[in-house]
């Protein structure tokens, strides 16, 4: 596999003007021959209202993901997303898992397995989200930890593709990466723990997230079985996104 995706995770951030002008200077500066994939997960709003401008569709290189789904399908859920509503807009992908999610909302593996089942059912590639705490590394569990959390989410799902992205919880938004070595130590054992699970390797890519930035992001870039990035704060600013993007 030899595509590296840069995948935006805008969070909660960008009003729909920010986002388009962004998206509009993205799609004018980015040099397309690379065999790259750029994903900008920006907010539900902004998802919708640009495919209403049906603009972005056939740009080279750019695809657009949503942040989270609901795990019901429809009803009585209010404030939630369901992922029909997604299929509307211009989503191929669909992140779930994140940190902030499972801790701030308490998002269960269980949760995180009906998600990804209803986004296979829709045809949306999930970005699936492990990682460890900081406590957990210290008491030197991260693999089995991230080992747990994808038998968990990747329950009773098999022969489909997804994206996992390898996030240690201690270097998200901290401006602390995880070492080469960490990386690579982990991605192997998540690479393991994929074909235990009966996923053959051309089924899944492997990223890596967590304060991923334009001085990092070359050396991250020779980190074992790595797939790509999943971009959080240094996503912000298109002219230092595209310079991520061409180290
Ligand atoms: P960060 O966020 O790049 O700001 O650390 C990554 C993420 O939360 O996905």
Known sequence: MN???YIANWKMNKSFNDSESF?????LNLDTTDNNE????????????????????ESAGISFGA???????????TGDISVEMLKDTLSKYCIVGH????????????????KIKLLIEFDIIPILCVGESLEQRKNNESEIIISNQLSA??????EKRLIIAYEPVWAIGTGKSATIQDISKMNSSIKKQMNKLGFIDEQFYILYGGSVNIENVKVLKTAKHIN???IGGASLEVDKFLELIKR
């Open 3 to 5: 595509k590296i995706l």
């Open 23 to 27: 998206i509009n200077k993205l799609i």
């Open 38 to 57: 750029v994903v900008i997960c920006p907010s539900f709003i902004s998802l919708a209202k640009l495919d209403s401008t049906n603009r972005f569709k």
């Open 67 to 77: 942040q989270n789904v609901s795990d019901q399908k429809h009803g009585a859920f």
């Open 99 to 114: 940190s902030e999610r499972r801790l701030l909302y308490r998002e269960s593996d269980r949760q995180i397995n009906k």
């Open 153 to 158: 989410c990747l329950k009773d799902i098999g």
């Open 228 to 230: 790509g990035f999943l």
